[in-house]
């Protein structure tokens, strides 16, 4: 790299780090008031709150904030340096204005890199221990409310409930069906179920099965029978923040499950998953615009480039939130929904790159 690149990179990355700290500390202050009242509740010390929650709350906003915080640090380095004449002193070097992108996509590739391997994997590590605090500590006790919950547990496997306490995990009114083609080839029938942790597994105390085969049917009571089933407890706890805290493959395998049970919210993981494939190409892509933006010289000075900034960064939030809740109503798919924000701020950045003076 040349001096240039040096130059440009490491005031690109120090403003960047400046900004996130900045809004960071904002941030955490602003979570602090919110919540202030909740930690009181709970009599949690200090030490009690950083180490368990805020050591794993900050670095899900720095990555959360990382398109707006790069686009923000760019547009405040492109806008300082076109206001000092540096932009034009090296354009007129000889340097095309292409040459000149080259150590901001640099520093937003490395950034983005770091964001991307964030998000599948250490992120959700820190979320699973965030979530669980705000259960315990900041929201209300959760109960499945659930009535009549069917589950296709496996291609061929059909579960009901008529209810579930998902404090003591006993569900009640159980029933287990196999179909084979369009017949049932099996159904087992019991007022109670329950998940015995011990031995992971589910039991069930007395039961009646019925098996049809070559049209004649067998029936059967007893009592104390272990079952394995593609259920656990956990499809019965809060999903608050849940496609949060599922890693990569995690997250692929839950969707897996999800769509053979035939679940109506597997849009949301799916516009998820995406969307964590989109952070590197959207923070590489407001790079650019934020350089395209701030890089010619104006009377009004950095000041007002800087504000535009800031309000196209909300403009992208509220872009990309409006996409994901479309998503998770079904009025687009989720695929769409994740990069559908990218795909109008890429086509507002290719408009500008024509009418950058080069």
């Given at each position: 790299m040349k001096k240039l690149d040096v130059y440009i990179i490491r005031t690109f990355l120090t403003t960047y780090a400046f900004v996130v700290a900045l809004l960071i500390?904002?941030?955490?202050?602003?979570?602090?008031?919110?919540?202030?009242?909740?930690?009181?509740?709970s009599g949690l010390d200090g030490y009690t709150i950083m180490t368990e929650y805020y050591f794993n709350f900050i670095p899900y906003l720095i990555n959360l904030l990382s398109p707006i915080t790069i686009f923000i640090a760019t547009i405040f380095v492109t806008a300082n340096m076109a206001a000092r004449v540096e932009i034009i002193a090296i354009l007129c070097s000889g340097i095309s204005f292409l040459r000149f992108l080259r150590p901001f996509v640099m520093g937003a590739a490395v950034i983005g890199l770091i964001s991307f391997y964030m998000g599948e994997w250490l992120i959700p590590v820190a979320n699973k221990a965030r979530v669980d605090f705000e259960n315990k500590y900041i929201k209300e006790n959760y109960y499945f409310g659930g009535r009549n919950v069917h589950l296709k547990t496996a291609h061929d496997t059909y579960v009901f409930l008529e209810s579930y306490n998902n404090h003591t995990k006993v569900g009640y009114q159980f029933t287990l069906e196999k179909i084979e083609g369009n017949d049932m080839s099996y159904k087992l029938k019991a007022p109670r179920i329950e998940w015995k942790e011990d031995k992971q597994k589910w039991f069930v105390e007395s039961y009646v099965e019925r098996t049809f085969k070559d049209g004649k049917e067998t029936f059967t009571k007893g009592v104390n029978k272990e079952l394995?089933?593609?259920?656990?407890?956990?499809?019965?706890?809060?999903?608050?923040?849940?496609?949060?805290?599922?890693?990569?493959?995690?997250?692929?395998?839950?969707?897996?499950?999800?769509?053979?049970?035939?679940?109506?919210?597997?849009?949301?993981?799916?516009?998820?998953?995406?969307?964590?494939y989109t952070y590197p190409f959207a923070v590489i892509m407001l790079t650019l615009i934020g350089v395209f933006i701030s890089a010619r010289k104006s009377r009004e000075?950095?000041?007002?480039?800087?504000?535009?900034?800031?309000?196209?960064a909300f403009v992208y939030i509220i872009f990309v939130i409006t996409s994901r809740s479309m998503a998770n109503v079904g009025s687009i798919g989720p695929i769409i929904a994740a990069w559908l924000p990218n795909i109008i701020f890429g086509s507002v950045?290719?408009?500008?790159?024509l009418k950058v003076p080069k």
């Open positions: 500390a904002v941030l955490v202050v602003v979570d602090i008031t919110e919540k202030l009242d909740d930690f009181i509740k394995t089933l593609n259920m656990r407890p956990d499809d019965f706890e809060s999903t608050y923040l849940l496609y949060e805290t599922f890693t990569m493959g995690e997250l692929s395998d839950y969707i897996d499950k999800q769509t053979l049970r035939g679940a109506e919210d597997v849009g949301i993981y799916i516009a998820e998953k995406h969307q964590r000075g950095p000041g007002l480039k800087i504000a535009l900034g800031f309000a196209l950045g290719f408009w500008l790159y």
